[in-house]
């Protein structure tokens, strides 16, 4: 008689992946880790926020609410009133400040309470507050310091000249809130040995891996390959002029872009949400892009309409299909966890050693704090417990 005699508890996988601090392998680890607060995160586009609305968003699983003055500037709080814990998203801007709506308490941008609008008891005015954040624009975009305050002014907001000056390169933005851990969205967009999935708008083919190397914080890799096919977009790029048989790309923690040829580049910003949600925010910019048939350029007062058309026929379309790959990715990490890693692209193994240390980088730099931060609360971390 043969078998596997050990107890059906001893050969069944756990239900769900480890987190963190319990991982083993790398897998494990890269999947259940979160992302450094302390960078500058895109959390929106500027037009989604006129002034006196509020925009709730959250940094791995920590609710933050931005909202805009009747100054035009804005501010950002943690999402939640100190009285009853009601997200403040939910209340009113009242000039610079942030009003809940169930009792009326006004916070001002520091996180304050300034106005109290019932009666006190006979009690004086207590101090209460709430944590704020360093928020800006840049290039159309909200940008939230969700980490140590301190340490804003000297993490630095990606710099793109192209979309600068009185010419300004043409313009491409897209948005999604995907399913998936941030890992997997940035194991996606740097890996080219998935052109299978994108067969139908072939925006790369028959890619290799020329070098691949980690530089610090930044992974910097090269692809021989052909960029820019596809029935639609083929017959706007000049390969005259633009070299489009290789890519260079980099994760430049936490951010990753690309350039083809210096005239044909992306920026993709990734907000981890939670952890298996997360808000990826693309911006693809161009030199120039020739009239079908012809070696003419597009004039620059016509590429936003052809922006527009190219979004809607392809670009999305294609993005899609990444958001949909990399969400069936989730669902089934999140069921077969435990199966052997088959990983055979070595910068994916790169972009996952570099996520791992900076996590772990972040938790040992809040393990000196007198308590711990809401960020490292909200990935699991109990409070360290007194003696």
């Known amino acids: 008689m043969t078998g596997d005699f050990r107890s059906p508890r001893a050969r069944v996988a756990p239900l769900h992946p480890p987190p963190f601090a319990e991982a083993r392998s790398k897998r494990a680890k890269v999947r259940a880790a979160g992302m450094d607060p302390d960078h500058w995160y895109v959390a929106g586009y500027e037009s989604e926020l006129p002034r006196g609305k509020t925009l709730a968003v959250r940094f791995w699983g920590h609710p933050i609410v931005i909202y805009r003055g009747t100054d035009g500037n804005l501010r950002a709080l943690e999402d939640r009133c100190a009285h009853r814990q009601l997200k403040l998203s939910g209340g009113e801007v009242n000039g610079c400040h942030l009003t809940c709506t169930y009792h009326g308490w006004t916070y001002d941008g520091s996180g304050n309470v300034v106005h109290y609008a019932h009666d006190l008891f006979g009690r004086a005015q207590p101090e209460v507050k709430v944590p704020s954040y360093p928020v800006t624009t840049r290039y159309g975009l909200i940008w939230l310091f969700p980490g140590n305050q301190d340490l804003a002014a000297a993490r630095a907001i990606p710099v793109i000249p192209e979309l600068e000056g009185d010419r300004p390169w043409a313009r491409l933005d897209a948005s999604y809130t995907w399913q998936a851990h941030h890992s997997m969205i940035i194991d996606n967009v740097s890996d080219f040995t998935h052109a299978y999935l994108h067969r139908r708008f072939r925006p790369f083919w028959d890619a290799t891996l020329s070098r691949y190397e980690l530089i610090g914080d930044r992974v910097e890799l090269n692809y021989d390959t052909f960029i820019g096919g596809g029935r639609f977009t083929s017959r706007f790029v000049d390969r005259r002029k633009v070299d489009t048989t290789s890519i260079e790309l980099a994760f430049d923690y936490p951010y990753q872009r690309s350039d083809t040829g210096g005239s044909i580049k992306h920026w993709c910003f990734v907000l981890p949400l939670d952890r298996r949600t997360s808000r990826v925010f693309f911006v693809f910019y161009f030199d120039a892009l020739k009239i079908p048939g012809t070696r003419r350029a597009i ?30 990715e989730q669902l089934g990490y999140d069921t077969h966890h435990a199966a052997p890693a088959l990983e055979l692209n070595p910068a994916v193994g790169l972009f996952q050693d570099l996520i791992i240390r900076k996590w772990e980088d972040f938790l040992d730099r809040d393990r000196t704090r007198p308590r711990p931060s809401a960020i490292a609360l909200a990935d699991g971390r109990l409070p360290p417990v007194s003696r």
């Not at 936003?304 to 969400?327: C, H, I, K, N, Y």
């Open 299 to 328: 004039p620059r007062r016509l590429m936003p309409a052809f922006m527009r058309a190219a979004g809607a026929l392809a670009v999305r379309p294609l993005l899609r299909e990444d958001g949909a790959a990399v969400e069936s």
